[in-house]
């Protein structure tokens, strides 16, 4: 049987942009996908780096059983229906004590998505308190485009550290999505939305799931995203699911992903001065020629 949201879930998604909490997991699955990723870092040496955190769905089982997992489809499918891409897989980990923050966005301004059915799963794997750290949002502010701009800030985990002025936002008025391990939250792609350092003793690690409609229209370069429930109609190159793949042929899609997507993500806008389209075509060509190293190396 489905689970679907409740109408009161509904009518609070459509009113505030986000619905939270939502129970997903049970406690010994968040312990065994937890023990995956974190048994990924500790074999590979190191923790995520941002290739691995991008589209995170193409390369381990952990994100794939996620990016498939009934319950989180349900819910999703009460917002957007019953044909559903996922177009992107975000692994957020804030290491305990660490200064890595996000700043006051909106999604919408910058993934060149043509849709208005685009909502984002954030499943939390660890605690998702405000004192972790835990994502905060601007009740009611899917309504409106909001005008941000670019900071490069050192700790901003945003690629362009992307952030609304403040004067922009209800002073106040933000509030704090906290999240158990195994719980997750559901927004709008306009919905304003950031998060704070992490000042606790554990990490904070959650992954955001992009799903959109099947029908939607990529604006810009071609892109391709995963087909997890229902028919595709819509613009996007499919993907193949994880799980039937090898590691080579894993990590040679997750590449090929990534190359088809950084074109877009880097795209200047019209208001960019030559500095910075500068500093955005470098940081594009260092980023593919890096996927084709991933590639080769496969």
Not at 46 to 57: E, G, P
Not at 89 to 109: C, P, R, T, W
């Amino acid at each position: 049987m489905k689970q679907h949201l409740s109408g009161d879930q509904i009518e609070h998604y459509q009113l505030n942009g986000f619905v939270c909490p939502i129970d997903v997991l049970c406690e010994s699955d968040v312990a065994r996908l937890r023990g995956e990723l974190e048994g990924m870092e500790e074999l590979q040496g190191h923790v995520m780096n941002k290739a691995q955190c991008n589209k995170t769905h193409l390369l381990y089982d952990w994100a794939d059983e996620l990016v498939h997992h009934p319950a989180i489809l349900d819910a999703v499918e009460s917002l957007i229906g019953p044909n559903i891409l996922c177009y992107m897989s975000n692994l957020f980990i804030k290491e305990a004590g660490s200064s890595s923050y996000v700043s006051m966005h909106q999604d919408a301004a910058y993934w060149g998505v043509d849709a208005d059915d685009v909502v984002t799963a954030w499943i939390a794997l660890s605690p998702a308190t405000r004192k972790s750290g835990v994502m905060k949002v601007q009740p009611g502010s899917h309504k409106t485009q909001l005008e941000q701009h670019n900071t490069y800030a050192k700790d901003n985990l945003l690629s362009r550290g992307q952030e609304i002025a403040s004067h922009q936002l209800e002073s106040g008025s933000q509030l704090y999505m906290e999240l158990q391990p195994g719980q997750m939250s559901l927004h709008h792609f306009m919905l304003a939305h950031g998060s704070d350092a992490n000042h606790s003793n554990d990490r904070r690690i959650g992954l955001a799931i992009r799903y959109v409609n099947a029908s939607a229209r990529k604006i810009g370069q071609p892109e391709s995203a995963l087909l997890v429930r229902g028919t595709n109609t819509g613009g996007f190159l499919l993907e193949q699911r994880a799980r039937s793949l090898t590691r080579r042929q894993r990590t040679r899609q997750h590449a090929q992903a990534l190359r088809r997507q950084l074109p877009n993500i880097f795209a200047p806008q019209k208001s960019a001065n030559l500095s910075e389209r500068l500093r955005l075509f470098l940081t594009t060509r260092f980023a593919v020629l890096y996927t084709y190293f991933r590639e080769m190396r496969a």
